[in-house]
């Protein structure tokens, strides 16, 4: 079996199943965001709530001594803000939202596809076709201020799949050998050159 860890290749010449494992929200950017929006939206939750009890909950400054109305009200506003989005961020990375692989089976002539959701009834997201459904691996690419780099799968019935990850694209020369590898691997051509 190949096992490609973050869209990286590593094959033998017997391999009969391919596998790509697709990082999801486990990335180190959002665990940097999700720290510096926690450290952040508890201070200023813990500086507005010093100032409307008047003691001093914070370990430096004394934002005790700041008047409620209007700085403190502001920061216990933003500090309630920047808790809940660091809640969000941390649950998103221990959900692994967007997460999961992308396997071409050649034994079984299978290609599944799985990711993982938000919780709820349709948090695995599953996609199962035979080689033979598979039209093309298409490359789609956008250069510019906010670049795109994706893989999609043409599928008969189903439109193009996205195979690769959400976020940082991949360099051009990557994103190619792994196109050639899934289009050789299934038989079926390249589109979007």
Request: proline content about 5%; glycine content about 10%.
């Amino acid at each position: 079996m190949t096992k490609v860890t973050d869209m990286t290749v590593q094959s033998t010449a017997q391999d009969q199943v391919l596998r790509y494992e697709v990082l999801g929200s486990r990335r180190f950017s959002n665990y940097w965001w999700a720290t510096i929006v926690s450290m952040g939206g508890t201070g200023f939750l813990l500086a507005g709530l010093s100032s409307y009890f008047h003691a001093n909950l914070l370990p430096m400054g004394r934002a005790m001594d700041l008047p409620f109305f209007p700085q403190g009200a502001a920061m216990t506003f933003y500090g309630v803000a920047g808790v809940l989005l660091a809640t969000y961020l941390w649950l998103v990375i221990a959900w692994d939202v967007g997460g999961g692989y992308n396997e071409f089976d050649a034994v079984d002539e299978m290609v599944r596809i799985f990711r993982w959701g938000y919780p709820g009834k349709n948090r695995q997201l599953s996609v199962n076709c035979r080689f033979q459904d598979v039209q093309s691996v298409r490359i789609y690419i956008r250069e510019g201020l906010s670049p795109k780099r994706t893989l999609y799968l043409r599928i008969k019935g189903r439109g193009d799949i996205p195979l690769t990850r959400v976020g940082q694209p991949l360099p051009l020369a990557k994103l190619e050998d792994q196109a050639a590898a899934i289009a050789r691997f299934v038989g079926v051509p390249m589109e979007g050159f």
